[in-house]
């Protein structure tokens, strides 16, 4: 089913139970759930403009309840009954996510939760098991455990049973979690009220169509799918290494490492890294980029300890299952003040292994950026990689601009340099690799050339477009040199590089700009 459907149908329901609760609240994190909000219920007690303040969902369970706290304080009087929020989760119902609502019931927070299961995993498997992550078990197992009121689970597709168990909670008092899960079938959002046609059934109706034999499309495997699936076979002979998940996703071939797998919080994770890495094993820390943030005080207060980060989902968020996060590409930005730690960003699964291998050999810090974004079908760079040396590479020679890029994108700006070929000019390519420490060697060849595009999966602001700014002032070449940068914008909540201007024929729109193209001729 399309993704939207699921949230369409709870949309759809909510809003004929909000339309009699004037005074409610909601906090959304699902598709189009903020803007679905404010274009059917716009009043000063919304919530929805403030929930994209919230990066994940217990962010948003904390925005509520400071919501429904601070009104209750008000000089007007408190919260009635009907106006305590309600929460939207799109997510996996984490253990922090649980841990978060107990102590929030705790402290007499009344709101309903929501929570939207578009992939049906919870309700086929089962508690118990010892060998499975928690997050596979059954949500209600550990609700109860908690202390929380855990409602029985309803089909998006029973619009009638959802909305009675909507009024249902209405009713109650504490904090609720309505478990709804999401369908194969196809979406009938607004056709709840349909009438059944009786009439007979033509011939085309009653027609048996015969199975379809066409295959199934296959989702392109991510650069990320590929690198971990690379990188889990090489720490197979690396026996002091061991790995710290803290991702909500499935280790998939890292379970392969059997004891050497601890899944974990992010919670003092950095902590028992050091733990680890005093003893002689060399961590290595598999982290959300999302999750960057929570970790970073403790980062900056240990930066002396051979650790190894290995972040994930950086830059656009492959399946989009939730928007982006600002540390999805403000990352790196973070990153550049810490001087001790070594930086690296692959631009193909190739080079994040030697990348990943000089990092667990390093007695420095060290962390691993891997974008999400699907590189199939892109041309691979042949050039060797460096073994030793923290450097980039030259991956397409040329002397009438450089292509200065960083992660997988690399890709891109390749196909725009061949395709500049057809213009009869000559597009360098330079992978930088490292953002720490960054390689000025290669970049002063790019400055060479007289023109610079930078091209990153990640903000320009504080990534490598600051990065090469910051070296061109420093040394006096400015006026040397004329730049243009892309990146990814904040403004365009977007899972297409495309909307962003990364692509062979943005880039090479670019390129004609610096060229001195005027618009009639691009």
């Not at 000089?75 to 978060?100: N, R």
């Not at 402290?107 to 596979?136: M, Q, T």
């Not at 710290?244 to 998939?252: H, I, N, Q």
Request: net charge neutral; proline share 5%.
């Amino acid at each position: 089913m399309a993704l939207e459907n699921i949230y369409q149908k709870v949309y759809h329901a909510v809003a004929q139970v909000l339309r009699e609760q004037t005074l409610r609240s909601v906090a959304w994190r699902g598709i189009g759930g903020e803007a679905y909000y404010q274009a059917n219920f716009n009043h000063s007690r919304s919530l929805a403009a403030l929930a994209s303040l919230a990066e994940d969902d217990v962010s948003l369970c904390h925005l509520a309840a400071g919501w429904y706290r601070a009104h209750a304080v008000m000089p007007q009087g408190a919260l009635a009954a009907q106006s305590q929020p309600l929460i939207i989760v799109c997510h996996d119902l984490s253990a922090k996510l649980l841990d978060t609502l107990e102590k929030l019931q705790k402290g007499r927070l009344e709101a309903i939760v929501l929570f939207l299961d578009c992939s049906r995993r919870y309700v086929n498997k089962h508690p118990g098991r010892g060998s499975e992550p928690w997050f596979y078990t059954y949500p209600g197992v550990f609700a109860a455990a908690r202390g929380l009121f855990y409602a029985p689970p309803v089909d998006s597709d029973d619009f009638n049973g959802l909305n009675r168990a909507l009024r249902s909670l209405l009713t109650q008092k504490g904090l609720k979690i309505l478990h709804i899960l999401g369908s194969d079938r196809p979406s009938e959002v607004g056709n709840h009220n349909r009438t059944k046609d009786n009439s007979a059934p033509t011939d085309s109706q009653n027609e048996t169509k015969a199975p379809s034999t066409k295959a199934k499309p296959s989702l392109a495997p991510t650069f990320e799918e590929l690198a971990l699936k690379y990188i889990a076979s090489d720490l197979k002979e690396r026996n002091l290494v061991s790995c710290l998940w803290t991702c909500r996703k499935d280790p998939g071939p890292f379970k392969a490492l059997r004891g050497r797998l601890q899944l974990t919080s992010t919670d003092g994770v950095i902590l028992q890294a050091i733990g680890m890495a005093v003893c002689g094993v060399h961590p290595l820390i598999v982290l959300s980029a999302s999750d960057l943030p929570k970790v970073l005080n403790e980062l900056f207060n240990t930066a002396s300890f051979p650790i190894t980060i290995l972040l994930t989902d950086a830059g656009l968020i492959g399946n989009q299952n939730e928007p982006l996060s600002s540390a999805n590409f403000h990352d790196l930005a973070m990153l550049r003040s810490f001087e001790n730690i070594h930086v690296a960003v692959p631009g193909d699964e190739e080079e994040a292994r030697s990348m990943l291998l000089n990092l667990l050999s390093a007695p420095e810090p060290g962390l691993l950026r891997l974008s999400s974004s699907s590189t199939v079908g892109l041309p691979r760079a042949n050039q060797a990689v460096p073994k030793e040396k923290l450097c980039g590479r030259c991956l397409v020679e040329g002397s009438d601009l450089a292509f200065v890029c960083l992660g997988s994108v690399v890709y891109h700006a390749i196909l725009a340099a061949h395709n500049l070929k057809t213009w009869g000019f000559k597009a360098a390519v330079y992978d930088m690799a490292w953002l720490n420490p960054f390689d000025t060697e290669l970049l002063q060849k790019a400055i060479k050339t007289g023109r610079i595009i930078t091209v990153e999966e990640h903000s320009t602001i504080g990534g490598l477009a600051s990065t090469v700014s910051e070296y061109l002032a420093q040394n006096d070449l400015e006026d040397r040199v004329q730049l243009r940068t892309v990146g990814l914008m904040s403004t365009v909540n977007s899972p297409n590089l495309e909307d962003h201007g990364i692509s062979m024929e943005a880039l090479t729109q670019q390129a004609k700009i610096i060229l001195g193209f005027q618009e009639g001729e691009l």
